[in-house]
């Protein structure tokens, strides 16, 4: 029996053709996935000038060790938030959820404005908040961004939708040097909080154009509550593929967050070296760590931005997504031996840089792809337990190996080989993972 002929192919229109260097885009999804790529790209630039601004509050107020234990708060409150977040999700539809969730968090950030206003330390309070927000807020618009896609589409156009991120962390970053530089802090609050409305709107506009358009016929209606009253723990804990991705996160986070301690302590200590460390050079030392922080963001963004652009498709398309996950872990865990060798602030930042870079980029589109063969609850309640709670707890984990070597009077290369460690479990729970989804591929659930 002769087998039916192929469906044919739309020919792909002109801002198809100009997009496939980046992403394999096909006839018909350039305006959502432009529409996602630009709603990425306000996200990721207003988290940064809001990120800027952390770090000048807590380092110039309570110093690095702080920031470290601080993390510890943040996945305590999650433990809250999650369950409630689960909770709101089951009594809303899609559409809801992506207005009400952001706007919640935008009316802190006037709190906080008025707070700085005043000449209230927020260092530690405002450390707690953007912790919070930066997890829960873009794990649920990439949510949005699965529940939009089939495995196919996400897996062509996630890297298209990743260059939004990567340009706007840049753009953002470089951004808040100029605003530092100018105004201060206070001006980067204010345009972050106008940027998170920015991001509802292009939401509900991608979402409109999601429900009216017939190709996305497999995708679940906006009217649509999101499921039963199933918290994201629930859910997580009873999948093992769910729970692999939690592993995932915890290591990446452990890893990377130590490293974050490092370069934190070189800066506090080059800030005083230049400034002082007594009460009048406050002020200079804050604005000397804004900029430093800056100019490193700055340098971070745009080598991930060039990495999104060039490679991460192109790493999908003949590594796959499994195998991609070896990459990152393979390049910090190079990146720690080189500090256990020469350990320098020339040698974080290079590391940091590095490091930060393809998380930011390769990293994080492949977490994302992850999510591409999970259930609707899962993308939205799961995902949000995992990018938040399992998240934060990797910072709790850090905190901890900050307290106890800071007591135990650990020098930079204890710290290194320590990573070295968790960066080999992390390579575990990658290849673990890899075979989940190869596994997903021979049952014919498209393993990516």
């Given at each position: 029996?002769?087998?039916p002929?192929?469906a044919?192919?739309?020919?792909?229109?002109?801002?198809?053709?100009?997009?496939s260097?980046?992403?394999?885009?096909?006839a018909?999804e350039?305006a959502?996935a432009l529409l996602?790529?630009?709603?990425?790209?306000?996200?990721?630039?207003g988290?940064?000038?809001?990120?800027?601004?952390r770090?000048?509050?807590?380092l110039?107020?309570s110093?690095?060790?702080?920031?470290?234990?601080?993390?510890a708060?943040?996945a305590?409150?999650?433990?809250?938030?999650?369950?409630?977040?689960?909770?709101?999700?089951?009594?809303?539809?899609?559409a809801?959820l992506?207005?009400?969730m952001?706007?919640?968090f935008?009316s802190?950030?006037?709190v906080?404005?008025?707070?700085?206003q005043?000449?209230v330390?927020?260092?530690?309070?405002y450390?707690l908040?953007?912790g919070?927000?930066n997890v829960?807020v873009i794990?649920?618009f990439?949510?949005?961004?699965n529940?939009l896609y089939?495995q196919?589409?996400?897996k062509?156009l996630?890297?298209?939708?990743?260059?939004?991120?990567?340009l706007?962390?840049?753009?953002?970053?470089?951004?808040a040097?100029?605003?530092?530089e100018?105004q201060?802090?206070?001006?980067?609050?204010i345009?972050?909080?106008f940027?998170?409305?920015?991001?509802v709107?292009?939401?509900?506009?991608a979402d409109?154009?999601?429900?009216?358009?017939?190709?996305?016929a497999?995708?679940?209606p906006?009217?649509e509550?999101?499921?039963d009253?199933?918290?994201g723990?629930?859910l997580l804990?009873?999948?093992?593929y769910?729970?692999l991705?939690?592993?995932l996160?915890?290591?990446?986070?452990?890893?990377?967050t130590?490293?974050?301690?490092?370069?934190g302590r070189y800066?506090?200590?080059?800030?005083t070296?230049?400034?002082?460390a007594?009460?009048?050079?406050?002020?200079?030392?804050?604005?000397?760590i804004g900029?430093?922080y800056?100019?490193?963001y700055?340098?971070?963004?745009?080598l991930?931005?060039v990495?999104?652009m060039?490679?991460v498709?192109r790493?999908?398309?003949?590594l796959?997504?499994?195998?991609a996950?070896?990459?990152?872990?393979i390049v910090?865990?190079?990146?720690?031996?080189?500090?256990?060798?020469?350990?320098?602030?020339?040698?974080i930042?290079v590391?940091?840089?590095?490091d930060n870079?393809?998380?930011?980029?390769l990293?994080n589109?492949t977490k994302?792809a992850l999510?591409?063969?999970?259930?609707?609850q899962?993308?939205y309640?799961?995902?949000?337990a995992?990018d938040?709670?399992f998240?934060?707890?990797?910072?709790?984990?850090?905190?901890a190996?900050v307290y106890?070597?800071?007591?135990?009077g650990?020098?930079v290369p204890a710290?290194?080989?320590l990573n070295?460690?968790?960066?080999?479990?992390w390579?575990?729970v990658?290849?673990?993972?890899n075979r989940?989804?190869?596994?997903k591929?021979?049952a014919?659930d498209?393993?990516?």
């Amino acid at each position: 029996m002769t087998a039916p002929p192929a469906a044919a192919v739309p020919e792909k229109g002109p801002l198809e053709r100009l997009l496939s260097p980046i992403a394999d885009v096909h006839a018909g999804e350039a305006a959502s996935a432009l529409l996602l790529t630009l709603l990425m790209f306000f996200l990721l630039g207003g988290y940064y000038m809001l990120k800027t601004a952390r770090e000048v509050f807590i380092l110039s107020e309570s110093g690095a060790a702080v920031k470290s234990y601080a993390s510890a708060g943040q996945a305590l409150l999650l433990l809250v938030l999650v369950p409630a977040y689960s909770a709101f999700a089951s009594r809303v539809n899609r559409a809801q959820l992506i207005t009400w969730m952001p706007l919640f968090f935008a009316s802190h950030v006037a709190v906080f404005i008025v707070l700085v206003q005043a000449g209230v330390e927020v260092g530690v309070a405002y450390f707690l908040w953007i912790g919070i927000y930066n997890v829960m807020v873009i794990a649920q618009f990439w949510a949005f961004a699965n529940d939009l896609y089939t495995q196919e589409q996400g897996k062509r156009l996630f890297p298209l939708i990743g260059v939004g991120s990567s340009l706007g962390a840049w753009i953002g970053s470089v951004r808040a040097k100029t605003l530092m530089e100018a105004q201060g802090p206070l001006r980067l609050l204010i345009g972050g909080a106008f940027i998170i409305v920015v991001c509802v709107v292009l939401a509900r506009l991608a979402d409109r154009l999601a429900v009216r358009d017939s190709a996305r016929a497999k995708a679940a209606p906006a009217e649509e509550k999101l499921g039963d009253g199933k918290s994201g723990f629930t859910l997580l804990f009873s999948d093992p593929y769910l729970l692999l991705i939690a592993f995932l996160v915890l290591f990446l986070n452990v890893v990377n967050t130590s490293g974050e301690y490092l370069f934190g302590r070189y800066v506090v200590e080059a800030a005083t070296q230049t400034y002082g460390a007594g009460e009048a050079a406050r002020a200079a030392r804050g604005q000397f760590i804004g900029e430093a922080y800056s100019t490193f963001y700055g340098h971070v963004n745009l080598l991930g931005l060039v990495l999104q652009m060039f490679v991460v498709s192109r790493v999908f398309k003949f590594l796959g997504v499994g195998r991609a996950l070896f990459v990152h872990p393979i390049v910090a865990g190079a990146g720690y031996v080189m500090m256990l060798a020469s350990p320098s602030f020339g040698a974080i930042r290079v590391l940091k840089t590095v490091d930060n870079a393809i998380d930011y980029s390769l990293g994080n589109t492949t977490k994302q792809a992850l999510w591409l063969p999970t259930s609707r609850q899962a993308k939205y309640k799961a995902k949000q337990a995992v990018d938040s709670f399992f998240q934060r707890a990797g910072d709790v984990v850090q905190a901890a190996i900050v307290y106890f070597g800071e007591l135990a009077g650990f020098a930079v290369p204890a710290f290194a080989a320590l990573n070295l460690a968790l960066t080999a479990g992390w390579i575990a729970v990658a290849a673990a993972l890899n075979r989940s989804l190869r596994a997903k591929a021979r049952a014919g659930d498209d393993g990516l």
